[in-house]
Every structure is written in structure tokens, then in C-alpha cells.
């Protein structure tokens, strides 16, 4: 079976940084999704990782660890907009099309 | 480019009616997916095609959905009949991009009385 697990909720400053954690098991891995969503809106694309390491893209980092089964998002110089939820999701097979989502953390960005 | 499009955005009506649901995927995206998301449960996959072809359907909850893509540009989820526990908000996605990420559209938010 396949299995993701995020915190529920979370509370950060404005202006901190804040750390988001998804440890998976899956059946196969080929790539792991990191997607916001707002409230009443839909899940936006926010980051890829398919090898261990860190990518980086503005404010927002994404890391994996292939043989720990974890990764994490990192929300640097927080903004009240980024209050939403954070959403990790697992590719499980090579050419696998389908998504394993995460029930999501929402975060809370507070003055 | 319009993005992934829903309709309808919201859907009120009472058990036992027929329900349905459209999507149309960006164009060029090739794999469509019908997801079903609530507070208890998140982001749930019902359904998924690749070029119009169903791939997967062992998330469908029960006889009373089906899913059909009769084109590239057009998929319909139907619920007949509809119970109050299928309420929640139903979200079309497509597969594109650089990584094969899913685009979602902006969902049909199904209210079942």
C-alpha cells in the first residue's frame, strides 16, 4: 500500500522560517510533489524532487531522501499569502502517471 | 491558455438526483485525472485516463459513479443516484510540464441534500 504523512497543522511568523515534513512508503518511487492550496482553490504546483538533495526556487526549497523515505519543504521570509495548505505527493512507479497525495498541512501564518 | 476548465463551480441538489460533472484538460495534456477531496479524507484519486483510455478506476467509491472521455478536450464524472455522503468538491486534473506535474482545474464543490 502506499502511505504519506504530513503534520495536520502548523503556526509560523511572518518573516520566519518554517519547515514542512512528508515521510512516505510507496510501492516504487519515482518522484516526489510538493503542491499549495489555498482555501477554496485548487492545488497549485510547487516543486519536484526525484534525486536526494535540495532544489531551490525562491523562498520556497524543497529536500529528499530517497533511503529515508522523507522530505521536506522549506518557506523562507514568510508571508501572510503563504497561509494555505502544503500538500506532498509520490509518484510510485516509472512511467506511473497517477499521484499519491498526503491529507496536507495547513499552515497559519500569524504577524 | 484557459487552463484546466469545470463546470459546474458549484452543484446543489438532493439525494437520489443525477449528478454531473465536466471537465476539459489543457490542450496537448494526454492523462486526466478525477480526484475527490474532503476534510476527513484529503485528496482522494477516483479515476485516470491516458489518451481517453481508463487506466485506473479502483478509487471510484461504488457502481453509482462513472467516468467517461469520450475525447482529448472533454471528460464527464456522473453520480446517479447522488447521496449526501458524496459531497465534497471535485477536482479535474491534467498532466503536463516540465516534470509530468498534474494541473488541477478550479474544482466543482458538490453540495448533495
Known amino acids: 500500500g502506499q502511505n504519506i504523512d504530513q503534520p495536520t497543522e502548523m503556526t509560523a511568523t511572518e518573516g520566519a522560517i518554517v519547515q514542512i515534513n512528508c515521510t512516505y512508503q510507496?510501492?516504487?518511487?519515482?518522484?516526489l510533489f510538493w503542491y499549495q492550496q489555498h482555501a477554496g482553490e485548487a492545488p497549485t504546483f510547487l516543486s519536484y524532487n526525484v534525486l536526494d538533495g535540495l532544489e531551490e526556487k525562491g523562498r520556497f526549497s524543497s529536500f529528499l531522501s530517497r533511503s529515508k523515505g522523507y522530505s521536506y519543504l522549506l518557506l523562507k521570509e514568510l508571508q501572510m499569502k503563504d497561509s494555505a495548505s502544503y500538500l506532498c505527493?509520490?509518484?510510485?512507479?516509472?512511467?506511473?502517471?497517477?499521484?499519491?497525495f498526503g491529507t496536507g498541512t495547513r499552515l497559519t501564518v500569524i504577524p | 491558455d484557459a487552463g484546466v476548465i469545470q463546470s459546474p463551480r458549484h452543484e446543489v441538489t438532493e439525494m437520489g438526483q443525477e449528478v454531473t460533472l465536466r471537465c476539459k484538460p489543457i490542450s496537448g495534456h494526454n492523462s486526466l485525472f478525477w480526484y475527490r477531496q474532503t476534510m476527513m479524507r484529503g485528496l482522494e484519486l477516483l479515476i485516470y485516463f491516458n489518451n481517453n483510455v481508463p487506466i485506473d478506476d479502483s478509487g471510484m467509491p461504488e457502481d453509482r459513479f462513472s467516468a467517461k472521455m469520450p475525447n482529448a478536450s472533454f471528460s464527464t464524472l456522473k453520480i446517479q443516484p447522488s447521496e449526501p455522503r458524496d459531497s465534497a468538491v471535485y477536482f479535474c486534473?491534467?498532466?503536463?510540464?516540465?516534470?509530468?506535474?498534474?494541473?488541477f482545474g478550479p474544482g466543482t464543490r458538490l453540495t448533495v441534500l
Open positions: 486534473a491534467g498532466r503536463g510540464g516540465n516534470h509530468n506535474e498534474q494541473f
Open positions: 505527493a509520490v509518484r510510485g512507479q516509472t512511467g506511473a502517471n497517477n499521484l499519491f
Open positions: 510507496t510501492s516504487g518511487f519515482n518522484g
